[in-house]
């Protein structure tokens, strides 16, 4: 069994990132899904061997999931904290993932502690001020705005995040040698084909031709597949086709074109 395989450094996102940490500035990592941004701070963070605290945004995300809740115990009322105060406390590194779908509200309380004073006031609590730790370090990644759900982050909130990393899509050697991290068999050819596929679609998916836009993590998938004995056009369709149906009869049969085309009958 292949064990969890690590990030490619192919575009010197580390390099940023360490440079980044050692000035104390925080990190915002563009790009769309399934590029390797989760996998890129992972990895980032076991390299400086600190514990790494993560959130999820989404609509759903409330200013509790950052901050705390009061609790009630056996008469007793207490204040369980939220992953934003245990990180400052900790120094522990903050990942926000997808940032750009909070609500305003939630981005408003989080752009209290991540101003120069790297503090925030427990209102909701006693009152306390809470000081991050000498060298907390908060990472964020934001989707581009074409993706659903996401927004413009405010101008105030961007400012709190100096260093800028971009990241799209590797090259097509680049994202044959990330795939061969997941897999086991020899999928020399089909690997390279299935890379092409994605690309195509994605270049379609960004002119608007298509709906969807496959990511790295459907390029592993297609590669597993192999593994498992399907042959690339069954992987083919089953990873990058069949997805498109949900768009209706005239958008997957022009996915199952482009598989025909490139796999052959």
Do not use: C
């Not at 450094?9 to 940023?16: A, M, P, T, V």
């Not at 779908?101 to 006693?126: F, M």
């Not at 961007?158 to 044959?176: K, T």
């Amino acid at each position: 069994m292949l064990q969890e395989a690590s990030y490619l450094d192919w575009n010197d996102s580390f390099k940023i990132l360490n440079k980044a940490y050692e000035s104390g500035l925080f990190v915002l990592i563009i790009g769309p899904k399934g590029t390797g941004k989760t996998t890129l701070v992972r990895d980032f963070a076991k390299s400086k061997s600190v514990p790494l605290e993560s959130i999820n945004f989404s609509l759903r995300t409330r200013e509790s999931h950052l901050v705390g809740t009061k609790t009630l115990n056996e008469g007793s009322i207490g204040f369980d904290e939220g992953i934003l105060i245990k990180s400052m406390r900790e120094g522990n590194i903050l990942y926000l993932d997808e940032l750009n779908s909070a609500e305003a509200d939630v981005l408003l309380r989080l752009d209290e502690a991540l101003d120069d004073r790297r503090q925030i006031v427990l209102k909701e609590s006693t009152g306390e001020v809470v000081n991050a730790k000498e060298g907390w370090f908060v990472v964020a990644t934001i989707n581009p705005l074409t993706h659903v759900g996401t927004k413009e982050l405010p101008p105030q909130l961007l400012s709190r995040f100096p260093v800028r990393i971009r990241l799209e899509y590797p090259p097509e050697e680049i994202e044959l040698e990330i795939i061969k991290k997941y897999v086991s068999g020899s999928h020399q050819d089909s690997l390279k084909q299935g890379i092409k596929l994605a690309n195509t679609l994605r270049q379609a998916a960004a002119v608007e031709e298509l709906y969807y836009s496959p990511s790295l993590r459907e390029s592993i998938a297609f590669g597993k597949m192999l593994d498992s004995g399907v042959t690339p056009k069954e992987a083919a369709n089953i990873v990058f086709g069949n997805v498109y149906a949900q768009w209706g009869n005239v958008e997957y049969q022009k996915v199952s074109d482009i598989i025909t085309s490139m796999f052959g009958n």
